[in-house]
């Protein structure tokens, strides 16, 4: 079987290398290229330096961006992964109906981001309609539009996740601290959560790396108003490369910073997380 693996495994692997090589390595090296040029087409690049980097970093738009993500960022991924870390807590325990609520928590996460937003963008304003304001007038409301609503969409796949963590929890743990003595609070803490740890990796992952990225849902939500207050980094930069003549190249450079933002905090998150991960 080994043997069979070395000698045919280079065909088996090759398909995925070249479909990975084409549609993200050769994108990925154009990309970097072009966000060091100016163009309208990817075969009119003239080359100029540093300037599309200068320009990204001295207007208002992009800085508000960055740190209106990096605010609703820290805000969601708190509250998706303490909801969802709870709601699993509830649902391993033995109750009727379990499989039932994992089953209606887990489907927001089925539908797309755009008809997401429109749905809450009309729910939520025919409550603010009420205090005489919406999403797109008030940036506050916009904010917490967006934190409810991937909230809503995101809980239920980090709670699967969790679940899985928690049940994996060896029974012997658990019955040996309870022989010492332990409650319910210090079994969570000093049992559960550091054995659970791996999930907490990957949720922490995948909430921060989402929330980041995130741009279907901001778009249909609130497009950035009132006056691109609400506009996350995703969306500047699909509006720079788009909405504005002459900066597809500026827009090429904010993509290249939101990835390197995008790919250290989330390398960052799994060092420090992976280090808290004990054996079971």
Do not use: H
Request: one cysteine or more.
């Amino acid at each position: 079987m080994q043997k069979a693996i070395r000698k045919y495994g280079a065909i088996f692997v090759l398909p995925t290398l070249v479909a990975f090589m084409i549609a993200f390595v050769i994108p990925f090296i154009m990309g970097l290229y072009l966000s060091f040029c100016e163009f309208t087409t990817v075969t009119d690049a003239t080359f100029t330096g540093l300037s599309n980097y200068i320009k990204a970093f001295s207007g208002k738009d992009f800085i508000n961006a960055m740190l209106f993500t990096v605010k609703f960022a820290v805000v969601a991924v708190v509250f998706i992964n303490l909801l969802a870390f709870f709601m699993a807590l509830l649902l391993t325990r033995k109750m009727k109906g379990t499989n039932i609520f994992r089953t209606v928590f887990f489907m927001p996460n089925l539908i797309g981001g755009i008809v997401l937003g429109y749905i809450w963008q009309s729910m939520i304003n025919a409550i603010l309609v009420q205090y005489e304001t919406t999403l797109v007038a008030d940036a506050n409301a916009g904010f917490w539009g967006l934190v409810i609503l991937i909230n809503w969409q995101m809980i239920g796949y980090m709670m699967i996740i969790y679940i899985a963590g928690l049940q994996n929890v060896s029974t012997d743990l658990l019955e040996a601290a309870r022989i010492d003595g332990a409650n319910t609070i210090k079994t969570l803490l000093f049992v559960k959560i550091p054995m659970v740890m791996p999930s907490i990796t990957i949720c922490l992952f995948l909430t921060v790396s989402n929330c980041f990225k995130l741009f279907d849902q901001n778009l249909a939500l609130t497009a950035g108003a009132p006056s691109k207050k609400t506009a996350m980094l995703a969306l500047d930069i699909y509006n720079s490369f788009y909405n504005r003549v002459g900066f597809e190249g500026v827009g090429q450079a904010k993509a290249v910073i939101f990835f390197v933002i995008v790919a250290v905090i989330a390398l960052t998150q799994l060092t420090i997380t992976r280090r808290k991960e004990v054996e079971q």
